[in-house]
């Protein structure tokens, strides 16, 4: 495995923890329902960042595009719920459209991964 490959099962792992600390804040919380979404952002995407490595190792997608569609999913999951979260306990967010911008580069990352998968490999 890569360098790259493991930084992302570091960061992966990293989103599935805090998605979970999210999850138990949210559960416990008055009116968290940002902290939920929050939590289910980054647990799906940590799954998902598992998966585009995986694929990628197995030469199933076209390597670099897979790690960058990872890549992608792990700052556009980290923007999205960051935001999320701030608002939430600071009453501000990161910056103005910073879930937005999260949330359109997840879709990118998305569609990434579906343009890995259709290339041909060499």
Known sequence: ???????????????????????????H????SRLASASSMLLFHASAVLGAVALAERALVHGKIGIAAAFGF???ATLFAGD???RHYAG???????AP???????????A????AAWPRR
Do not use: K, Y
């Open 92 to 98: 501000n967010g990161l910056f103005p459209m910073a």
């Open 113 to 116: 991964l579906a343009v890995s």
């Open 84 to 86: 999320l979260t701030l």
């Open 1 to 27: 495995m890569n360098r790259a490959g493991r930084i992302l099962i570091v960061l992966a792992a990293i989103m599935g923890a805090d998605g979970v600390m999210l999850a138990a804040a949210s559960a």
């Open 74 to 76: 792990v700052l556009a």
């Open 101 to 111: 911008t999260g949330g359109t580069l997840l879709i990118a990352s998305w569609l």
């Open 29 to 32: 919380g008055a009116d968290a």
